[in-house]
């Protein structure tokens, strides 16, 4: 069955014509193939090689940059989405009296719901454990977790 590549979404032709991917860049032309055939040379090859991996340096690079430019605004958009989805459906959110929001307007201004404690450990017990963080809940308690280095 023939389909139109255009409109199939895992298609090249497709993510090029909808800004996916890089259309124009002159990376690209070296990806192009070239029916002339040339006579074997050391020297050539070795220049062709490491041209080939500088190419491909550079369009990983512009690749990147393209994909940051192209997911700039996802974070705004995505928070909009979310208020506009809380305004829609407010009406399913449980209802909170004045006094109770007020209280709790007091609590957070007074006190954080939670601080970073740092602890270290001695070089000694430090081969066998590593370094870990302890978040100081409000209530009293003490959360361990481990920290990625």
């Known amino acids: 069955m023939k389909r139109n590549p255009r409109k199939l979404k895992w298609t090249k032709a497709f ?11 002159s990376t690209l032309t070296f990806a192009a193939r070239r029916n002339v055939p040339v ?8 220049t062709t ?3 080939m991996q500088r190419v491909s340096e550079i369009r990983a690079k ?7 430019n192209r997911m ?7 928070k909009a989405a979310n208020l506009k989805l809380v305004a829609e459906n407010e009406h399913l959110l449980p209802r ?5 929001k007020i209280a709790a307007e007091a609590t957070e201004a007074e006190e954080p719901l939670a601080e970073e404690l740092v ?3 001695p070089a000694q ?8 963080k302890q978040r100081l809940m409000v209530n009293g308690g003490v959360e361990d977790r481990m920290d990625v280095d």
């Open 119 to 121: 602890v270290e450990i």
């Open 62 to 68: 512009r690749e990147r940059v393209f994909y940051k």
């Open 39 to 46: 006579r074997y040379n050391r020297d050539l090859v070795a």
């Open 96 to 100: 909170v009296k004045g006094s109770e």
């Open 72 to 78: 700039a605004g996802n974070k705004q958009r995505e």
């Open 49 to 51: 090689l490491k041209a």
């Open 125 to 132: 017990k430090l081969a066998k454990v590593k370094k870990l």
């Open 15 to 25: 993510r090029k014509s909808a800004g996916k991917e890089m259309v124009v860049d």
